[in-house]
């Protein structure tokens, strides 16, 4: 009895519920289709209309610009007849563009007008439609008319005439542009009728839309009290079964007696458990999309998943395939896949080796972070130095490989080289993002910095860079030759930034004469020295001939050299991208 009931009164409500939903259904389509119409018709009509409108009035003041611009040309001695010519064309060429956007905006006034499936002021619009017409004739041409003589007036070079003439046309283009003004204004008033009208429409349709939710409520509760005390029984079974699954053991399930609702609800919990025991191999592959510590973090401790941050001190690591945009313009999207998949997968074996936690991969860019609770505070300056050697070892064998792997000789890949920028400071460590998706990252200077340096190498010439902090953090592990002072964009504070050159006493006699005449010639460029700062720089290129800082400081001497800094300068750079 009780399983008859059940489905009496389901197939009751729920026919009751289908009635309801289709009617709810169709009016909402309806109503939704109207608005939509009339969202459509203020996107493609009235908003390009009143951008038109917009635009003639800067056209005119662009017009207004390279007149003034042809009379200075033809009124400095000697004329510059070169740029009188250009400036002419450009004059004229707005002139087309002028009118050009009224016949746009009108066209799309009259199709307002003649679509009769939507509510318009048509009056108004075919006024402002009349005063276009009117301000394309009669006002330009009063212009254009003025125009004309001030331009024979320039040619004759009679230049009092041009000043005569020159007011003259600025006060028929204010007017014009006054008049403009107040079609713009009209226009925007239809518009906003328009817009009150959508709004009306979607008013009324919420209203129907809580009025029929309210009434689909009412039949829910009814129907909730009506089979609830005969469910109750069932679903002590059901009951028992989730007590187990809570306790781990996902080898029960439940005996399926029946076919109405309850034993479908008996099914969809046993596949629930099969689903659970599949969520144990998910967890196993989870890795292979996010950093397997910080996946076993977070489902060990789902406090890390809350929307709060802690302030830890990390090491931030960007790094940066030169040369990616050829590379990517050279092969076809399956043989690019190939090459960044390997690429990546070459580049992100040295960061987990040394125990980073690879936050993102962005189109060719690693991103990637060494700190608590992974990496002691104390090593992971030295972990990421380490990663930077390794992965630039390796993009040796990889500019090999890359060809074998494609089949072919003389990819792009042969020209691509690494930018890689370090940086070690506090960040803001935890969950980041939106309801619907988070991750786990960080953000703060430190991150914007080590961006920053990446993108620094460019200047350089050099293939990685590293924070102050970073190098003295690292010391016992590399060898670093510090680079320059700079300024990154954002900053007002300047900050050493340092290149790592190989392993500790790694270094060969060539590399340490560099460092050591590169460092002379630092030091003498920030102390206004510039010949001798040269002469050591120069003494790094004989010992490095293809060096990119002591280039790069050598080029940036000399400009110095023939336009000195201010007495306040304290040698340090501005680093803008």
Sequence with gaps: MIKQSIRRRIVSIAVGLIILMVATSVLSMVMVGRVGHLLDELTARYIPANAHLTRITVLSLERAVALRRMVIAKMQEPPDEAGYNARKQFYEAKDAEIDGEA??????????????????????????DSRIDS?????????????????????????????????????????????????????????????KTIRSQQTQEVLISAVVTLLAAIVGLIFANLVSGGIIRSVRQLLDGARAVEAGQLDRSIDVTTEDEIGQLASAFNQMVVQLRDNRRIRETFGKYIDPRVA????????????????????????????????????????????MNRYLSVMSEPIRSNRGIIDKYIGDGIMAYWGAPFVDEADHARLASVSVLQMIERIGSLRREIPELLGVRGTPMEQCDLRIGVATGEALVGSIGSDLMMSYTLMGDVVNFAARLEGANKLYGTRNLVSEKTAAAASGAVEVREIDCVIVEGQTHSQRIFEIMGGASELTSQQLSLRDNYLKGLAAYRERRWD??????????????????????????????????????????HIDK
């Design 296 to 339: 076993e973090d977070l489902i060990d401790h789902p406090a890390l998943t809350a929307a709060e941050g802690q302030r830890r001190v990390m090491t931030v690591l960007f790094c940066d395939l030169k040369g990616f945009t050829s590379l990517s313009e050279g092969l076809t999207p399956q043989g690019l896949v190939k090459v």
């Design 135 to 195: 301000l394309t004739t009669d006002g330009r041409h009063h212009l254009k008319q003025e125009t004309d003589d001030l331009l024979a007036n320039l040619e004759a070079r009679d230049f009092a005439a041009v000043r005569r003439g020159l007011a003259r046309v600025d006060e028929l283009r204010d007017e014009l542009d006054e008049r403009i003004d107040a079609v713009r204004a009209n226009m925007l008033k239809v518009s906003t009728g328009a817009v």
């Design 103 to 128: 016949e746009a905006a009108r066209r799309l006034i009259n199709a307002i007008i003649a679509d009769p499936s939507t509510p318009s002021d048509d009056a108004a619009l075919a006024r402002i």
């Design 532 to 573: 001798d700062a040269l002469g050591a720089l120069e003494a790094a290129l004989e010992a490095m001939p293809q060096d990119g800082p002591s280039i790069a400081l050598i080029n940036r001497i000399k400009g110095l050299k023939a336009d000195p800094p201010p007495r306040d300068w304290d040698g340090a750079w």
